[in-house]
T-cell receptor, first 115, second 112 residues
Framework: KQEVTQIPAALSVPEGENLVLNCSFT??????LQWFRQDPGKGLTSLLL?????REQTSGRLNASLDKSSGRSTLYIAASQPGDSATYLC??????????????FGSGTKLNVKP | DADVTQTPRNRITKTGKRIMLECSQT?????MYWYRQDPGLGLQLIYY???????NKGEISDGYSVSRQAQAKFSLSLESAIPNQTALYFC???????????FGPGTRLTVL
């Protein structure tokens, strides 16, 4: 079974700082890696999807990279803002078997950006 | 309008009651999923469906059942609710060519 780990569990930074969130997975034969944002008590919002043929994806101040050989993905947030405060989850999708894909989630990193 | 909707958004019930959570989507996706989230934990897969005729158990299906009434609708039932089923429940969808997942807003279920 795929294991997905996110360290640290919580992170507090001052506004304006650049930061990196980490996601590691045990099976390097992944198909997709997806990053989500979750606000308290709310659903998950998709931030970035990296397909296995890609090494990174960018959206605004966010950049996600994927290194399958080391079993790691990172989410880089530039010039952090208080509005970035949320829990960030990564989910990987192992190589499809029998035409069906399942996703395995990390437990998330709770980010607090202080004004 | 939201692409993935869930009803109800909040529900408080008693032990032993039957509960149904509903999910509808307008994204035209074939694949639908039910997850539960407990505080401080990641999401755990309960059931998933490839299409209307395909239903599969996830990691934690005991105590749950599902129904895929149409491509756009996927319901989760708790036949006899118990307190440790108190959690946040999410429905999600994904396409077949690019399997990016899209989530509903969640249902907060409390079993007393």
């Amino acid at each position: 079974k795929q294991e997905v780990t996110q360290i640290p569990a919580a992170l507090s930074v001052p506004e304006g700082e650049n930061l990196v969130l980490n996601c590691s997975f045990t099976d390097s034969a992944i198909y997709n890696l997806q990053w989500f944002r979750q606000d308290p008590g709310k659903g998950l919002t998709s931030l970035l999807l990296i397909q296995s043929s890609q090494r990174e994806q960018t959206s605004g101040r966010l950049n996600a990279s994927l290194d399958k050989s080391s079993g790691r993905s990172t989410l880089y947030i530039a010039a952090s803002q208080p509005g970035d405060s949320a829990t960030y989850l990564c989910a990987d999708e192992p190589s499809p078997r029998n035409n069906f894909n399942k996703f395995y989630f990390g437990s998330g990193t709770k980010l607090n950006v202080k004004p | 309008d939201a692409d993935v909707t869930q009803t109800p958004r909040n529900r408080i019930t008693k032990t032993g009651k039957r509960i149904m959570l509903e999910c509808s989507q307008t994204k035209g996706h074939d694949r639908m999923y039910w997850y539960r989230q407990d505080p401080g934990l990641g999401l755990q897969l309960i059931y998933y469906s490839f299409d209307v005729k395909d239903i599969n158990k996830g990691e934690i299906s005991d105590g749950y059942s599902v129904s895929r009434q149409a491509q756009a609708k996927f319901s989760l039932s708790l036949e006899s609710a118990i307190p440790n089923q108190t959690a946040l429940y999410f429905c999600a969808t994904s396409g077949t060519s690019v399997s990016e997942q899209f989530f509903g807003p969640g249902t907060r279920l409390t079993v007393l």
